[in-house]
């Protein structure tokens, strides 16, 4: 028999779901990708989701806009191809500091069929060489959430340059991380003797990382389902491994590198074992607080399996539902054998049967989206809006201890309000 | 095709969401994608709504597409009623679904549910939010209270001796700017004249309510974006006669008075006398007298628009440089409003023509939407909100109306609370070389994150104290990533973490050291 939830049942479930589209990638990937632009085009609903779910946070002049689609473009009276070209220069007139601008389809431009990839590719020849266009889903009936930045990365990888024939093998690190991970990681694989090492998606468009035979691809997050396939058709190579979050996950994700290019036993401690300590250590502290607390996930990420891992693993934590959007299994493998066994696994969503059976569980502490969070205080639950680890860097040893803590947060809070 | 980096309205299904959150008792059938659940977070989190908005969404996927998407809603529709059981619901498509064409209205009827099915057709492609929510406000009053509507051309019977008036408040919503509290002034102000609330609607109504809103002798439109078309319907139906006074300040408010008044056949004196809103006399104090001609710009809706010019004219002494709106449905009462103090209304939902204006007028106060708060805050010019769109702060805790004598004090508060206070603006001019004190400087009663103005250079930056720890120029570089609201404390932490373990330089280790040790 294969350990903990290897080979566990999945099951699927349909109804209302609760989640983003992909159109919300933007928030963050436009942050990361310093001289790109995101054109969504779609409807006023898509601009008003990215205007919700970037919050008035990040007013200074946001490097994504929406062409909304009018009632003259559905009527024929517009000329869409024409429509979109005046737009494009209208904002490229605006940004010249822009050097990649994604097109981004949304609902309604899938629903019409409007041919983004196409009128990508017209662009790129009218302001070749400034600025180079792409396309891209993030439409809600084809992409949940986080699927946004795994469409996005995967429209770039056939645009990244081919890696010279005799080139040694490189680590090509995929997932949109934060600066200061990235910075850290670096360092470590530096430490390691790794070299070199690229990220994906890097922050300035001049810096696309090159790919062939000789990539191997550390995935920094469990939703680049798509990116992996392309990467693979580029002749890079997957390195399956745990995701880098707490001590464990980082430890083993950066072992899948270190076996991957040989770096000695000995080495891979002396680099690691300081920081995998320190994680622990800083860890550790939250367990009294977590351990044995029931846990219940809300579909949203595809987050919700490594986290669940991560707060069963490192600090005691009992899933009593990990509900994930959609289930890479192969990707989440490594993940998935590490939850006790028997968690019930669920994906896709039915919001309302989701509510009755948190009702029915009555666990500590829920993980759940935006839209659900105050309606479950209100109820007497202690919640924990998933979106923000999402937003927030949690990867690496350095971010353990507050990945741990925006789970303590909330319980420590409850037990500070006086009733 | 029209570029927009930020929007002063939402699509229009996310005003009837906003009318059907209101309500108590209804429930509403969206056909949508699942990304289209973002607008609950409005409610929840903006508005801090204890519950789910009363929205079933559809959800439809790609692969739904070539199938059915119409048995999709039927079944989201039939699931919805049998959970929730409200007395009415809504039905309608949002953006995408509009485009595939399932009548939803259709669909619904053909369920034969045992409650009023009320179909909404709201244009995703040509209408905005509050004109989703006017037309559902209306549509709802359409099917609920219309069953109950006289012959037409029968006269309204003389209200009973001795029965006191009563009148309706229509127009407030969920997610409005402080339409939670602007009802209750206005109800004070009604009881002034001895006239009764009968319905508020939609804000708390229920569908029972809705269906007795013909009873009342007359309809107060609060806010003409949403409850003028339910208004105009009961005046042809009912023969209610409707308000056009919007409360906002102690003018509007006197003026309101006099409408209603005159509408009811009722002597306004002695109620009008009795409005006397502590603004007023704020207003009149010798402290105030350094408002006297400030320059404000407006812009927001057109009821909140055109009613802070005339406060900010006529009771605070401002000068209006500016008056605009978003309200294109109102954008004639706008520009008629403008025009009687001399100025062209500005009316777009382009905020970036927005922020041209205020930066080509300069003004020392901006009176706007939080678009405006943030072009304001760039810009380094006092501001205060006065309009949806909104933000979580505009959902204070304590009671802050606007409309009434109580909505002229909160007026009064807010608008001058942005601004440098009498003497210390003095000083100011006075000694502008004082390095902390010179004119970059925020109000002093602000936080520093007031308006970014340069500052004089060479702020005195303390001295590391006690026993100095040196770092690493690494360290120095990470330290500058933290953010900038906890890299004081970081640096302070890390350095006491270095001295008391006798470190005498930090570097990178020692920062991330330092964090695990501090990290709660
Ligand atoms: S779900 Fe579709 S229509 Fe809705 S915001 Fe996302 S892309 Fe736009």
């Known amino acids: 028999m294969s350990p903990g939830c290897a080979d566990a049942p999945i099951r699927k479930e349909r109804g209302q779901r609760e989640v983003f589209c992909g159109l919300t990638g933007i928030v963050w990937l436009h942050r990361k990708l310093q001289d790109a632009f995101f054109l969504v085009v779609g409807s006023r609903t898509c601009a008003h989701l990215l205007q919700s779910a970037a919050g008035v946070m990040i007013f200074a002049e946001p490097r994504f806009a929406t062409a909304i689609i009018g009632e003259r473009d559905l009527a024929g009276r517009a000329d869409l191809d024409e429509e979109l070209d005046r737009v494009v220069g209208r904002l490229l007139a605006r940004r010249p500091d822009i050097k990649l601008l994604f097109l981004v389809g949304s609902c309604p431009s899938e629903v019409i069929k409007l041919d983004l990839a196409r009128a990508a590719a017209r662009l790129s020849r009218l302001h070749a060489p400034a600025v180079r266009v792409l396309a891209y889903s993030g439409s809600g009936i084809e992409t949940t959430f986080t699927q946004g930045e795994d469409a996005c990365l995967a429209a770039l990888v056939p645009t990244l340059p081919e890696e010279r024939r005799a080139a040694p093998p490189s680590l090509l690190v995929v997932g949109a991380l934060a600066d200061i991970v990235e910075d850290q990681l670096r360092r470590l694989f530096e430490g390691l003797g790794i070299a070199p090492v690229r990220f994906l998606p890097p922050r300035r468009s001049a810096e696309m990382p090159p790919v062939g035979p000789g990539t191997r691809v550390l995935l920094a997050q469990p939703w680049l389902g798509e990116t992996m396939r392309a990467l693979e058709e580029r002749g890079a190579r997957h390195l399956p491994a745990l995701f880098p979050l707490g001590a464990e996950g980082t430890t083993a994700w950066l072992a899948a590198a270190a076996a991957a290019f040989g770096v000695p036993e000995g080495r891979f401690r002396a680099i690691t074992e300081p920081g995998a300590e320190r994680a622990r250590k800083a860890v550790e502290r939250q367990r009294p607080l977590l351990a044995g607390k029931r846990l219940f996930l809300f579909p949203d990420s595809q987050l919700e399996v490594p986290l669940a891992r991560f707060l069963h693993g490192e600090l005691g934590l009992v899933p009593v539902e990990v509900g994930t959007p959609y289930l890479h299994r192969a990707h989440l493998a490594p993940e998935l054998a590490l939850l006790p066994a028997g968690t019930p696994l669920v994906e896709g969503q039915d919001v309302d049967a989701q509510l009755d059976r948190c009702r029915t569980l009555l666990p500590d502490l829920v993980v759940c989206g935006l839209g659900l969070a105050n309606p479950l205080e209100a109820e007497g639950f202690t919640t924990k809006w998933s979106i923000e680890l999402v937003f927030t860097p949690i990867q690496g040893y350095d971010q353990a201890a507050d990945l741990a803590e925006l789970f303590a947060r909330p319980l420590v809070r409850r037990t500070r309000l006086v009733a | 095709m029209e570029l927009t980096l930020w929007t002063y309205e939402g699509p229009p299904h996310v005003g009837a969401m906003r009318v059907a959150t209101a309500l108590r008792d209804v429930h509403y059938v969206l056909h949508a994608p699942q990304g289209d659940t973002y607008a609950d977070l409005l409610f929840t989190m903006i508005e801090r709504r204890p519950a789910r908005p009363p929205v079933t969404y559809t959800t439809f996927q790609a692969r739904d597409l070539g199938r059915d998407t119409a048995e999709l809603f039927q079944n989201a529709c039939r699931a919805a009623f049998e959970r929730f059981r409200p007395a009415a619901l809504l039905v309608g498509a949002s953006c995408t679904a509009e485009l595939i064409q399932d009548d939803p209205g259709g669909l619904a009827t053909a369920l034969d549910l045992p409650v009023p099915v009320i179909p909404l057709e709201l244009p995703a492609y040509q209408k905005k939010e509050n004109w989703g929510a006017a037309e559902t406000f209306y549509q709802l009053v359409r099917a609920l209270a219309g069953p109950h509507a006289p012959p037409p051309g029968t006269k309204r019977p003389p209200r009973p001796q001795g029965r006191k008036p009563r009148a309706n408040l229509l127009g407030p919503t969920a997610l409005g700017f402080r339409h939670r509290d602007d009802p209750q002034e206005v109800e004070k102000l009604l009881d002034l004249l001895g006239v009764e609330v009968a319905v508020v609607a939609p804000l708390g109504a229920s569908v029972a309510d809705l269906a007795r809103l013909g009873e009342a002798d007359l309809n107060v439109v609060l806010y003409p974006e949403i ?294």
């Open chain 2, 227 to 520: 409850g003028l078309p339910a208004a105009r319907y009961l005046e042809r139906t009912f023969g209610q006669p409707w308000t056009k006074t919007v409360p906002i300040g102690l003018g509007a408010s006197r003026d309101f008075l006099r409408e209603v008044a005159d509408l009811l056949g009722l002597d306004p004196e002695p109620a009008i006398a009795r409005v006397a809103p502590r603004a007023r006399w704020w207003s009149l104090s010798v402290d105030s007298t350094y408002l006297t001609g400030k320059r404000v710009f407006v812009f927001g809706d057109a009821t909140h628009a055109i009613a802070a010019a005339r406060v900010a004219r006529e009771e605070l002494g401002f000068e209006v440089v500016g008056l605009g709106t978003y309200s294109r449905e109102f954008a004639r009462e706008v520009r008629e409003a403008a025009r009687a103090i001399g100025l062209e209304a500005l009316v777009t939902d382009d905020y970036l023509e927005v922020e041209a204006a205020i930066a080509e007028l300069a003004p020392e106060l901006v009176l706007g939407t939080q678009m405006e708060r943030h072009v304001a805050k760039r810009l380094g010019i006092a501001c205060a909100v006065i309009s949806a769109p909104v933000h979580v702060q505009d959902f204070p805790a304590r009671y802050a109306p606007q409309m009434g004598a109580e909505g002229a004090n909160v007026l009064f508060d807010t608008w001058v609370h942005p601004l440098m206070m009498g003497l210390e603006e003095h000083l100011l001019q006075m000694f502008r070389e004082d390095f902390e004190f010179h004119d970059g400087a925020p109000p002093s009663h602000l936080a520093a994150t007031g308006p970014a103005r340069p500052r004089p250079p060479a702020e005195p930056v303390p001295a590391a104290a006690e026993g100095s720890v040196r770092w690493t120029p690494e360290a120095e570089k990470e330290l500058a990533k933290i953010p900038f609201f906890v890299r004081g404390k970081a640096r302070r932490n890390t350095e006491r973490f270095a001295r008391e373990r006798r470190l005498p330089v930090i570097t990178l280790e020692t920062l991330y050291e330092a964090k695990a040790h501090f990290g709660r």
